[in-house]
């Protein structure tokens, strides 16, 4: 699939020299005091673009930051210039962005603006995609990660333009397509807060995987279903009858799990939580069960954090990424706090596949498509 990607691009009727491509990218990233927080999904990008230089196309960068309110792209191009030499232009589809635009010489690189400042990005509004399409002469969708959106630069650009997919892209497809027909035994491992999302994936699952391990968030819902005390921790606004998937005996849930109350934090059977406590991670018995599951596997797919990662509780998250990475099982890795676990342990390179994608890497496994990819194949 990769490989047909890049023939797709080098069919492009003519040369590129000289093409002004529209590459629709995600470098959604924090940039804290000049630093940006995650790397990969740029470094991942670099490929495409790399081809498209040498090839003398000019090269229009598009990219969005979820921050709230929408914030202006200047910070993240300055960290942007070590990985690509490029010019920003604080503007999208106005004047200013035309004129830069206009300047682009072969093999040059413009970053337009973070396209949330318009309103008619997260809309999918038709002219403002047919005003972001008019800068270019071919589309690249080499955004996996944000594909699962219908937005304007990745639905409704295609519409006005010949289109294809990048390299990363093209891998994403192909390496999580595997995973239905991978050698088994097939271990997954679901973690994360994201009840409504990681159900149906876990449903799905369950009948194809040999083990389904759910930690995170998520099994607060599993231990209420199953009678266990859960305290005072976060439960989902949605409710999902789990009541046939709690019996299922491929299920495996944590066997003690660490909560944390006014007076610290202590590990407990699922059946001994108290009223004031919080369950924040899974227990040390539960980290030596999992690396158990983890040797017996042949293929592993993992998407999720296992405590609270936000508050902190990223442990034996890292341990889990550690335990993972030395397996000799074929490995698939996704979720934004598991990607960053792995990169601040850099041991990224130690995955059979590290996905850039955490929502559309669910969406994609459970429909085997996702919007974004529906508009370009």
Not at 53 to 79: D, F, N, Y
Not at 86 to 93: A, C, K, L, P
Not at 216 to 242: A, C, H, K, Q, T
Request: glycine letters at 10%.
């Amino acid at each position: 699939m990769a490989s047909g990607a890049l023939d797709t691009i080098r069919t492009y009727p003519g040369t590129l020299r000289g093409v002004r491509v529209l590459v629709r990218v995600d470098y959604n990233t924090s940039v804290i005091d000049g630093v940006v927080q995650s790397t990969y999904r740029i470094l991942k990008t670099l490929p495409t673009i790399s081809y498209l230089r040498q090839s003398g196309a000019r090269i229009i960068l598009a990219t969005h930051s979820a921050e709230k309110p929408p914030q202006s792209l200047g910070m993240l191009s300055g960290v942007l210039q070590k990985f690509i030499p490029h010019t920003f232009v604080s503007d999208i589809i106005g004047r200013d962005a035309k004129m830069a635009i206009e300047g682009l010489k072969d093999g040059e690189v413009l970053l337009i603006d973070n396209l949330r400042l318009h309103e008619g990005e997260k809309t999918n509004d038709g002219a403002f995609a047919r005003s972001l399409a008019s800068h270019a002469e071919l589309y690249v969708n080499e955004a996996f990660s944000t594909s699962h959106r219908p937005h304007a630069s990745l639905v409704g650009v295609p519409r006005f333009l010949p289109h294809t997919i990048g390299l990363q892209c093209a891998r994403e497809i192909t390496e999580l397509s595997r995973v239905h027909d991978a050698k088994r035994p097939l271990l997954c491992i679901f973690g994360g807060a994201k009840f409504e999302t990681k159900v149906p994936l876990i449903k799905k699952f369950l009948p194809r995987a040999d083990k389904v391990f759910v930690g995170g968030m998520l099994v607060n819902e599993f231990f209420r279903v199953l009678g266990y005390p859960v305290g005072r921790s976060m439960l989902p606004d949605v409710r999902i009858d789990i009541s046939r998937e709690v019996k299922d005996p491929k299920l495996v849930i944590p066997s003690d799990v660490e909560v944390r109350n006014g007076s610290g934090i202590f590990v407990r059977r699922p059946n001994e939580v108290k009223d004031e406590d919080f369950i924040v991670d899974v227990g040390p018995e539960t980290m030596s069960e999992l690396g158990e599951l983890v040797e017996r596997a042949h293929t592993i797919l993992w998407n999720g954090p296992l405590g609270n990662y936000e508050r902190g509780f990223r442990q034996h998250t890292g341990e889990l990424a550690s335990i993972i990475a030395a397996s000799q099982a074929h490995t698939i890795v996704g979720g934004g706090d598991t990607l960053s676990s792995v990169e601040e342990l850099g041991i990224a390179d130690k995955f059979s596949f590290l996905s850039t994608a955490g929502g559309a890497m669910i969406e994609f496994l459970l429909n085997g498509s996702l919007p974004g990819l529906d508009a370009v194949l």
